[in-house]
């Protein structure tokens, strides 16, 4: 995933959640292409890992409802995705 092609950066298992790699995409621009946004959802749904990506300020998590929620509690509490 090229970041000049895909307007991303693609951290590949940056952390884990029960067990489950968690990829993080941060965005080199202002937002990742939709293009290159959905193969990668399609990619985690398809090998079974868990993706949060950034679109502007915003966070966002796609996998299992605990899986958002929870990442949505961490940044309701002003804490990084990713804290543990």
Do not use: C
Request: charge should be negative; charged fraction near 25%.
């Amino acid at each position: 995933m090229r970041p000049d092609k895909s307007d991303m950066i693609l951290l590949a298992a940056n952390f884990m959640w029960h067990g489950l790699p968690v990829d993080v995409a941060v965005p080199a621009g202002t937002r990742p292409k939709q293009k290159a946004l959905d193969w990668l959802m399609k990619f985690s749904a398809e090998t079974k890992r868990l993706l949060i990506y950034q679109i502007g300020e915003d966070w966002f998590a796609f996998g299992p409802p605990a899986f958002q929620a929870e990442i949505s509690e961490r940044i309701g509490r002003g804490e990084a995705p990713w804290a543990d």
